[in-house]
């Protein structure tokens, strides 16, 4: 079984400040991580992933995240914020060596991002 | 670029009427899934479906659900008899041979 674990329901940093979201899964087989963003209104949209190749895995919108097995971590990094990364960002772990498994998603985490 | 589509964006019902929520995948993607958000809550599983026939689905997923793939493009979830507490958006998603799922714009469900 996987579960997903967002520490903080609520972040908040000023434009240009370094983002981190925090994302602690469990997971009985080897994990496969992603975060998504959910932006008011609308759809998740996938961010990156991590599938068992690179550790530290680039997306979009200059985001990144770093796998870190020994502390079960997938923490979501930017250097710089920008008003646009406001939104909802949810960390999700799949079981996913077998082709297709559900998501399990956490709680989410809403980032703010003031002037 | 591809990307899953949703009808309708917003739907409401009244209690015990049944409602069918629509989903286009990605052409050539094989795995499909339902997903929902209750309002202020986290994106639960519903139901995977792959090969014509569910292969997982949860606890929520009971007997009032149903899915189907009709006609080779359209993804349907079927509420048979709503209840208040159904109320929620409902997400579709699909996979292709990667591991990443897309996801629709969701149908938000006003079960009243």
């Known amino acids: 079984a996987q579960s997903v674990t967002q520490l903080g329901s609520h972040v908040s940093v000023s434009e240009g400040a370094l983002v981190l979201l925090r994302c602690n899964y469990s997971?009985?087989?080897?994990?496969?991580l992603f975060w998504y963003v959910q932006y008011p209104n609308q759809g998740l949209q996938l961010l990156l992933k991590?599938?068992?190749?690179?550790?530290l895995v680039k997306g979009i919108n200059g985001f990144e995240a770093e796998f870190k097995k020994s502390e079960t971590s997938f923490h979501l990094t930017k250097p710089s914020a920008h008003m646009s990364d406001a939104a909802e960002y949810f960390c999700?772990?799949?079981?996913?060596?077998?082709?297709?498994?559900?998501?399990?998603f956490g709680t989410g985490t809403r980032l703010l991002v003031s002037p | 670029e591809p990307e899953v589509t949703q009808t309708p964006s917003h739907q409401v019902t009244q209690m015990g009427q049944e409602v069918i929520l629509r989903c286009v995948p990605i052409?050539?993607?094989?795995?499909f899934y339902w997903y929902r958000q209750i309002l202020g809550q986290k994106v639960e599983f519903l139901v995977s479906?792959?090969?014509?026939?569910?292969?997982?689905k949860s606890e929520i997923f009971d007997d009032q659900f149903s899915v189907e793939r009709p006609d080779g493009s359209n993804f349907t979830l079927k509420i048979r008899s709503t209840k208040l507490e159904d109320s929620a958006m409902y997400f579709c998603?699909?996979?292709?041979?990667?591991?990443?799922?897309?996801f629709g714009p969701g149908t938000r469900l006003t079960v009243t």
């Open positions: 999700a772990v799949s079981g996913g060596n077998t082709g297709f498994q559900k998501l399990v």
């Open positions: 997971s009985s087989v080897p994990p496969y």
């Open positions: 991590y599938t068992s190749a690179a550790t």
């Open positions: 052409s050539n993607h094989l795995y």
């Open positions: 479906f792959y090969n014509n026939e569910i292969s997982e």
């Open positions: 998603a699909s996979q292709g041979q990667g591991y990443e799922q897309y």
